[in-house]
């Protein structure tokens, strides 16, 4: 009698096929997909190396020359002024006339950009109008001079308060904080505070000296 190759069942023989696929499906998908974000990164790389380097130059160029516009008088004063009623920009308008507008428009920048850095840190009150007006109930020692030491507030000369309101408008509206390097203090060349002993100087603008305090201290 022969021996002859024996054949499995047609029914297991099929669950075997089936088994198989499904064991192969998963890897193979898990594959494609894999391919697939290469071929998407790759044409990506492509994309961005075919840019013309002119292109980021100019971009580059772009930002400088707009920095330096926001430098001019005559240019800001074309600038509409949207947040007239906002309390916080009333506030910043109010901070930048009294404490910098006898200084240049970069240091009326600068002014700004120490007021709205101490917004963003947890260890300041959290709001503009709170920040330029903390301890504003002690006499001749507050954290901005003009909000306690019993002058007018009143912002009198038109010029310099249409001039602070641009300035404030584009600050709120997130003109990039570049002048100052992160300061949370400054003080003018005619008084040297205990503090600025042992704080950071990050710049010089005009007669104003600015510095970062150490991230655990909160004031003056």
């Known amino acids: 009698m022969g021996h002859g190759i024996r054949k499995a069942p047609f029914g297991a023989l099929s669950a075997f096929l089936v088994m198989a696929l499904?064991?192969?499906?998963?890897a193979t998908a898990e594959v494609r997909v894999q391919q697939g974000l290469m071929m998407a990164?790759?044409?990506?790389?492509?994309?961005?190396?075919?840019?013309?380097?002119?292109?980021?130059?100019?971009?580059?160029?772009?930002q400088?020359?707009?920095?330096?516009?926001?430098?001019?008088?005559?240019?800001?004063?074309?600038?509409?002024v949207t947040l007239g009623e906002d309390r916080q920009f009333q506030c910043l308008q109010e901070a930048i006339y009294h404490e910098a507008?006898?200084?240049?428009?970069?240091?009326q920048f600068a002014v700004a950009e120490v007021i709205l850095n101490r917004?963003?840190?947890p260890s300041f009150p959290d709001s503009v109008c709170d920040v330029v007006h903390q301890n504003a109930n002690r006499r001749n020692a507050c954290q901005f001079s003009y909000a306690c030491n019993g002058r007018s507030r009143t912002m009198a000369e038109t010029g310099a308060r249409e001039l602070a309101g641009r300035i404030a408008q584009l600050m709120l509206s997130g003109t990039p904080r570049e002048l100052t390097d992160g300061a949370t203090h400054f003080h003018t060349t005619a008084v040297r505070p205990v503090w600025s002993r042992r704080f950071a100087q990050t710049a010089q603008?005009?007669?104003?000296l600015f510095y970062r305090a150490p991230v655990q201290l909160s004031s003056n």
Do not use: K, N
Request: net charge neutral; aromatic share 2%.
């Open 22 to 26: 499904v064991a192969v499906q998963p």
């Open 41 to 62: 990164l790759d044409t990506e790389r492509e994309a961005i190396r075919r840019v013309p380097a002119s292109l980021i130059v100019r971009s580059s160029e772009a």
């Open 64 to 80: 400088e020359a707009l920095a330096a516009r926001r430098l001019e008088r005559a240019w800001l004063m074309q600038q509409p």
């Open 119 to 121: 917004v963003d840190l």
């Open 101 to 107: 507008r006898g200084e240049t428009i970069a240091g």
């Open 205 to 208: 603008i005009g007669t104003h």
